[in-house]
T-cell receptor
Framework: SAVISQKPSRDICQRGTSLTIQCQVDSQVTMMFWYRQQPGQSLTLIAT?????????ESGFVIDKFPISRPNLTFSTLTVSNMSPEDSSIYLC???????????FGSGTRLTVV | RKEVEQDPGPFNVPEGATVAFNCTYSNSASQSFFWYRQDCRKEPKLLMS???SGNEDGRFTAQLNRASQYISLLIRDSKLSDSATYLCVVRRSGYALNFGKGTSLLVTP
């Protein structure tokens, strides 16, 4: 399975600032996703990162708050913009290959907004 | 109604016990089904896929009932290292996954 490098692993940020999280995969993958896992909760899909076009956002998530880039088949970024304490969460990227079952997750970015 | 619902847990069982987790999903068009395992402060990792015919991987058996929209995971001969949160996961049409909230398992000596 693909090996994912997600950075940073954790950060503490001031409210009102923005943080960009990077997800680098060691091989080309068809699908890349960004999830959020709030304390004590399960994973919630933020968006599907589409290569060369705008991401597809889930209900409740918007591009202005969570801009996503995917310039190629091995790399994506998620930015958490104008952060507030409610954005404190773990953010995970996930990748998958068409025709292959089960997706792989990055190790996550633990974000605390103060 | 949540798309994927699981037993609330936590389950505390002694080593060697058999434990079963249940999960239901609401979208009848769901296409693929999985159990993931998540250790504390770690990312989820695929435990096994789930098929209608049922599938087994060592001490783990997964079952899918499409008519009832029900998924199960059975763990036999529990080990201390099985302690984790088990996530029921459903792939709806398209490729994105929907996760249940997870069921915590604690296996005690």
């Amino acid at each position: 399975s693909a090996v994912i490098s997600q950075k940073p692993s954790r950060d503490i940020c001031q409210r009102g600032t923005s943080l960009t999280i990077q997800c680098q995969v060691d091989s080309q993958v068809t699908m890349m996703f960004w999830y959020r896992q709030q304390p004590g909760q399960s994973l919630t899909l933020i968006a599907t990162a589409n290569q060369g076009s705008e991401a597809t956002y889930e209900s409740g998530f918007v591009i202005d708050k969570f801009p996503i880039s995917r310039p190629n088949l091995t790399f994506s970024t998620l930015t958490v913009s104008n952060m507030s304490p409610e954005d404190s969460s773990i953010y995970l990227c996930s990748v998958g290959m068409e025709g292959k079952e089960g997706y792989t997750f990055g190790s996550g970015t633990r974000l605390t907004v103060v | 109604r949540k798309e994927v619902e699981q037993d609330p847990g936590p389950f505390n069982v002694p080593e060697g016990a058999t434990v079963a987790f249940n999960c239901t999903y609401s979208n009848s068009a769901s296409q693929s089904f999985f159990w993931y395992r998540q250790d504390c402060r770690k990312e989820p990792k695929l435990l096994m896929s789930v098929y209608s015919s049922g599938n087994e991987d060592g001490r783990f058996t997964a079952q899918l009932n499409r008519a009832s929209q029900y998924i199960s995971l059975l763990i036999r001969d529990s080990k201390l290292s099985d302690s984790a949160t088990y996530l029921c996961v459903v792939r709806r049409s398209g490729y994105a996954l929907n996760f249940g909230k997870g069921t915590s398992l604690l296996v005690t000596p």
